[in-house]
Nanobody, 120 residues
Framework: QVQLVESGGGLVQPGGSLRLSCAASGSIFRTEGMGWYRQAPGKQREFVAIITRGGTTTYADSVKGRFTISRDNAKNTVYLQMNSLQPEDTAVYYC??????????????WGQGTQVTVSS
């Protein structure tokens, strides 16, 4: 069994920063792609960023230059450093990891979500 646990959300003023973490644990053989999505109230879930096992990154245009995704393969953890936060960044942020488990089953796992609120 594999589970993902997110941390690092909270309330921040416009222009501030937060760092989200998402750690996988359990019967993990290998992690592949990792990423973040977010869902604002009344809106559909949207892509934020993705990072391959080799470190190649892709960002949504709305966060490019402000957010940085990174990963620690030894810790099965993905991070999202968010700078210059704006009220429109307010959302529940969800991480995902594509994981081979020890039974060689390959699937996508999601975190429980963490609230990020940007407000003065």
């Amino acid at each position: 069994q594999v589970q993902l646990v997110e941390s690092g959300g909270g309330l921040v003023q416009p222009g501030g920063s937060l760092r989200l973490s998402c750690a996988a644990s359990g019967s993990i053989f290998r992690t592949e792609g990792m990423g973040w999505y977010r869902q604002a109230p009344g809106k559909q879930r949207e892509f934020v960023a993705i990072i391959t096992r080799g470190g190649t990154t892709t960002y949504a245009d709305s966060v490019k230059g402000r957010f940085t995704i990174s990963r620690d393969n030894a810790k099965n953890t993905v991070y999202l450093q968010m700078n210059s936060l704006q009220p429109e960044d307010t959302a529940v942020y969800y991480c995902y990891q594509v994981i081979w488990d020890t039974s060689r089953q390959f699937r996508n796992y999601w975190g429980q979500g963490t609230q990020v609120t940007v407000s003065s």
